[in-house]
């Protein structure tokens, strides 16, 4: 499957190599992608073939832990393998972790009777999930989408980016890492399509009749925290409340209207380039 | 020469009577008295201990000691914690005898400590292989005990045998090839003279079963298949050679009625689990409960409560047997939720259907047919290839953690989950020791959308009576006591007391991580003390002095 943004909104597209997606029954899109650290690396199982039997290999052996779509449990604690990887920044670290495990985890390592060769095909396969951040060009303008950003669209108001901006949405200072420039479009276009719970919003009216409400920084059994949007921290313990709601919705606005197509387009290209190593321009 | 070594003697036989001698004056530490069978059976009546998994051979996980109760659980303060050196899940329910408890960890090892101060007598750390196959996590669920030796499940699927004094290996028996798929995670029950145990391995495409051993020696006394040989009733339920490799494995610990001298022992899914076009039919005894003769291991009644199950609504659920009155007429009754979202009464003596309701969000089935109890399924509810949103999820309405019933409210209490996930298909071939599962699941919602809850079940009418809501989804059994109280976990690392009347919330402490494990109670010298085990932490409480 290539996704073209240019779908969504026809002058946001992609110019060169789009993300590829690897879908089940869509075995010839992977032809299409070809991972350029794993070339580096020397891993000679990377072709089209070889990621499929990887994503075979995953679903049978690793989804139980991580997902079928690989992007991890809460539950396990088996991490999303579909951004960056927290333990590994090359496909011998990927391999090693899969040989070896990881010590003091629930991440054990694969059986010694697996040939080097599937588990460099697995490595194929979890590449796959991510691409190269070269490969794909925008329509956009990082720069001045980030003059929008600090500007006219006023995102720093509630993001952080490098330690600048306010509290009130999620830090963005790496946001290019895990999210495609589609989705930072949809989020752009439609903030109530995916809501993280630390960003839903609690009401909640203490027994001093105070209604307090806030984002939901943390909420279990017995007790919820917020932060209001004066950047005050509460805690309260359930019992104490007269009641309490939470909205899972998202505070931010949309842009559909206030920003243009191309000002749309700066903002993702600038979004798009937050993350750890520096895009070249 | 001779002179000098009965000089030696002498004195170490002085040494010795005055360690034995001290031992069973002090306070500190009570003396270990041999567990008979006759006080397995009786062990409600020994509330001071916690002689098996379940507490009772009945598996109420109901204790009399009722001087933590409603009025000053409040009053709780912990006493010591155990720190397990393994970093794994701890899905432990330790045993106390006599002020000597004992606590399994990950990956198969147990350790003997002083149950009023947690200090080390003793460990024994298994030797385990390095070709594993788990589907689920390094856990140990528990040890049983007869006489003064121990019986330990392993990962490497063997059964030890632990000299409860000292932590020695006594034997070690293969109960199946580990690098076949089979391994080992719950505590054994005791039967009489034997020792009963089920495997696991059900997503190895392995072949169910449940073994009684010899406690003396570690022979095996007899094996049942849960699932059917050639010519056996049930093996046509199976179609081609599917039940070569069909799972059904018997991953959790049953229940014993000694009247009846009938064994309950909940089964797995059907493998693989969620592709059945290669095992058509019903797949006995696979997502059932089966009773098996006390002595000779024969199944004598099956209830399937999911037949054909594509969903892993896996029946490995603890079963809880009590004599109540049900439309008039007093009743040997067995309680069940299960993983598949309904809630079930049936008599256990034969197995009859009595009554059964959902208790949890589901969307695979239209109800149940009230005579037969077999689920009346809703179409087109089974995985697919590109995905198909079902209630409940992989992991259940409810899974593996112990219910708890209470003998003074007549409730039964289990935690509950509301969720749903998207169910895949794939196709795949048998190879042993590989896993064999025939597609997975994924989530689309976080899990903090969902709703989960301890709710408490009249057994009678399975309607909800009270629920408490928790989040997110908990994996903590329930211990019900004669103090009016419901003692449980959650996965946000809270242990919690409520009303076991109202649902109330009484207590609770955050212990800081996830609780995998069931409470348990027990009392040294009158005072009673209250175990949980959260994170890699064994937690003990009381009431403060």
């Known amino acids: 499957m290539i996704i073209h943004l240019g779908r969504l909104k026809p002058n946001l597209r992609w110019l060169a190599i789009s993300i590829v997606a690897l879908g089940f029954s869509d075995y010839s899109s992977s032809l299409l992608f070809q991972s350029a650290q794993a070339e580096d690396a020397g891993n000679l199982y990377n072709t089209a073939v070889d990621i499929r039997m990887g994503n075979r290999y995953f679903e049978r052996q690793c989804?139980?832990?991580?997902?079928?779509?690989?992007?991890?449990?809460?539950?396990?604690?088996?991490?999303?393998?579909?951004?960056?990887?927290?333990?590994?920044?090359?496909?011998?670290?990927?391999?090693?972790?899969?040989?070896?495990?990881?010590?003091g985890t629930a991440m054990l390592p694969v059986a010694a009777d697996v040939p080097d060769?599937?588990?460099?095909?697995?490595?194929?396969?979890?590449?796959?999930?991510?691409?190269?951040?070269?490969?794909?060009?925008?329509?956009?303008?990082?720069?001045?989408?980030g003059r929008l950003f600090n500007g006219k669209a006023d995102c720093s108001g509630c993001?952080?980016?490098?330690?600048?901006?306010?509290?009130?949405?999620?830090?963005?200072?790496?946001?290019?890492?895990?999210?495609?420039?589609?989705?930072?479009?949809?989020?752009?276009?439609?903030?109530?399509?995916?809501?993280?719970?630390?960003?839903w919003t609690v009401r909640a009216a203490g027994a001093d009749g105070v209604i307090r409400e806030g984002f939901r920084m943390n909420e279990d059994s017995f007790s919820l925290r917020i932060m209001d949007t004066d950047s005050n921290l509460w805690s309260f313990q359930k019992r104490e409340l007269e009641n309490y709601e939470r909205l899972e919705k998202s505070t931010m606005p949309s842009y559909a209207e206030s920003l243009s197509d191309g000002e749309l387009d700066d903002l993702v290209a600038y979004l798009f380039s937050l993350r750890r190593e520096v895009l070249p321009q | 020469?001779?002179?000098?070594?009965?000089?030696?003697?002498?004195?170490?036989?002085?040494?010795?009577?005055?360690?034995?001698?001290?031992?069973?004056?002090?306070?500190?530490?009570?003396?270990?008295?041999?567990?008979?069978?006759?006080?397995?059976?009786?062990?409600?009546?020994?509330?001071?201990?916690?002689?098996?998994?379940?507490?009772?051979?009945?598996?109420?996980?109901?204790?009399l000691l009722d001087s933590i109760n409603t009025d000053n659980v409040d009053q709780l303060e912990m006493k010591w914690a155990y720190q397990i050196p393994v970093i794994d899940r701890a899905e432990t329910v330790p045993l106390v005898v006599d002020g000597i408890m004992?606590?399994?960890?990950?990956?198969?090892?147990?350790?003997?400590?002083?149950?009023?101060?947690?200090?080390?007598?003793?460990?024994?750390d298994h030797e385990m292989p390095d070709d594993l196959r788990i589907c689920c996590g390094r856990n140990n669920r528990g040890v049983a005990i007869l006489g003064e030796t121990l019986f330990m499940s392993t990962l490497d699927a063997h059964l030890v045998a632990i000299d409860a004094r000292t932590g020695n290996l006594l034997w070690d028996t293969e109960v199946a090839p580990h690098d076949s798929g089979y391994?080992?995670?719950?505590?054994?029950?005791?039967?009489?003279?034997?020792?009963?145990?089920?495997?696991?391995?059900?997503?190895?495409?392995?072949?169910?079963?449940?073994?009684?051993?010899?406690?003396?020696?570690?022979?095996?006394?007899?094996?049942?298949?849960?699932?059917?040989?050639?010519?056996?009733?049930?093996?046509?339920?199976?179609?081609?050679?599917?039940?070569?490799?069909?799972?059904?494995a018997t991953w959790i610990t049953g229940s014993y009625d000694a009247d009846l001298n009938q064994i309950y022992w909940g089964t797995g899914n059907p493998g693989p689990d969620w592709n059945g076009d290669v095992r058509l039919g019903d797949n006995l005894y696979s997502d059932s409960v089966v009773a098996l003769d006390g002595d000779s291991g024969e199944i004598v009644w099956h209830f399937q409560f999911t037949p054909h199950d594509v969903h892993d609504y896996d029946s490995i659920q603890v079963p809880i047997l009590a004599d109540i009155e049900f439309n008039g007429h007093q009743r040997q009754v067995m309680m069940w939720a299960n993983r598949n979202g309904f809630y079930y009464t049936l008599d256990r003596s034969n197995g009859e259907f009595l009554i059964g309701k959902p208790y949890a969000a589901q969307t695979w089935a239209q109800g149940l047919d009230p005579v037969t109890g077999?689920?009346?399924?809703?179409?087109?509810?089974?995985?697919?290839?590109?995905?198909?949103?079902?209630?409940?999820?992989?992991?259940?309405?409810?899974?593996?953690?112990?219910?708890?019933?209470?003998?003074?409210?007549?409730?039964?209490?289990?935690?509950?989950?509301?969720?749903?996930?998207?169910?895949?298909?794939?196709?795949?071939?048998?190879?042993?020791?590989?896993?064999?599962?025939?597609?997975?699941?994924?989530?689309?919602?976080?899990?903090?959308?969902?709703?989960?809850?301890?709710?408490?079940?009249?057994?009678?009418?399975?309607?909800?009576?009270?629920?408490?809501?928790?989040?997110?989804?908990?994996?903590?059994?329930?211990?019900?006591?004669?103090?009016?109280?419901?003692?449980?976990?959650?996965?946000?690392?809270?242990?919690?007391?409520?009303?076991?009347?109202?649902?109330?919330?009484?207590?609770?402490?955050?212990?800081?991580?996830?609780?995998h494990a069931a409470p348990m109670t027990f009392a040294v010298d009158g005072e009673q003390f209250v175990t949980i085990a959260s994170g890699n932490v064994v937690y003990t409480f009381g009431l403060r002095d």
């Open chain 1, 63 to 103: 989804s139980r832990c991580h997902g079928f779509d690989a992007k991890g449990n809460d539950e396990t604690g088996a991490p999303n393998l579909t951004g960056r990887l927290r333990r590994a920044s090359s496909d011998a670290g990927i391999f090693n972790i899969i040989r070896e495990g990881v010590s």
């Open chain 1, 117 to 145: 060769a599937t588990v460099w095909q697995l490595v194929s396969y979890i590449n796959s999930l991510r691409y190269d951040p070269l490969s794909v060009e925008l329509a956009g303008d990082a720069q001045t989408g």
């Open chain 1, 159 to 199: 993001h952080m980016v490098n330690g600048r901006g306010g509290r009130l949405g999620p830090d963005l200072s790496r946001i290019g890492e895990n999210k495609t420039p589609e989705d930072l479009l949809l989020s752009l276009m439609d903030p109530d399509q995916e809501v993280a719970p630390r960003w």
């Open chain 2, 1 to 63: 020469m001779k002179h000098e070594t009965a000089l030696l003697l002498s004195v170490f036989m002085a040494a010795t009577a005055g360690a034995q001698e001290d031992q069973f004056s002090t306070v500190i530490t009570p003396a270990f008295s041999p567990i008979t069978w006759e006080r397995l059976v009786d062990a409600r009546n020994e509330p001071n201990n916690w002689l098996m998994y379940s507490g009772t051979m009945d598996s109420q996980r109901y204790s």
């Open chain 2, 102 to 124: 004992f606590i399994t960890e990950a990956p198969s090892n147990v350790v003997a400590v002083d149950a009023r101060t947690g200090r080390e007598y003793w460990r024994y």
């Open chain 2, 183 to 248: 391994s080992k995670t719950a505590a054994p029950l005791i039967v009489k003279d034997k020792v009963v145990t089920g495997i696991a391995g059900g997503e190895f495409g392995i072949r169910g079963f449940i073994d009684a051993y010899d406690p003396a020696t570690g022979e095996r006394e007899w094996r049942t298949y849960v699932i059917p040989g050639p010519g056996e009733f049930g093996n046509d339920t199976w179609s081609g050679d599917s039940w070569k490799t069909g799972g059904a």
């Open chain 2, 374 to 515: 077999r689920p009346i399924r809703v179409p087109g509810m089974a995985p697919t290839y590109e995905g198909i949103m079902v209630s409940p999820p992989i992991v259940g309405a409810t899974n593996w953690y112990s219910p708890g019933y209470s003998q003074d409210t007549g409730l039964f209490y289990v935690t509950s989950f509301d969720g749903e996930q998207e169910f895949f298909k794939r196709d795949e071939d048998y190879e042993e020791g590989e896993r064999f599962t025939g597609g997975g699941g994924r989530y689309t919602s976080p899990m903090d959308a969902f709703h989960s809850s301890i709710r408490a079940i009249n057994p009678e009418t399975a309607e909800i009576e009270w629920e408490f809501p928790i989040m997110p989804r908990s994996s903590a059994g329930i211990t019900a006591t004669a103090g009016g109280l419901v003692f449980t976990g959650s996965a946000d690392g809270y242990f919690f007391a409520l009303d076991a009347s109202s649902g109330e919330e009484l207590w609770n402490i955050s212990l800081g991580r996830r609780v």
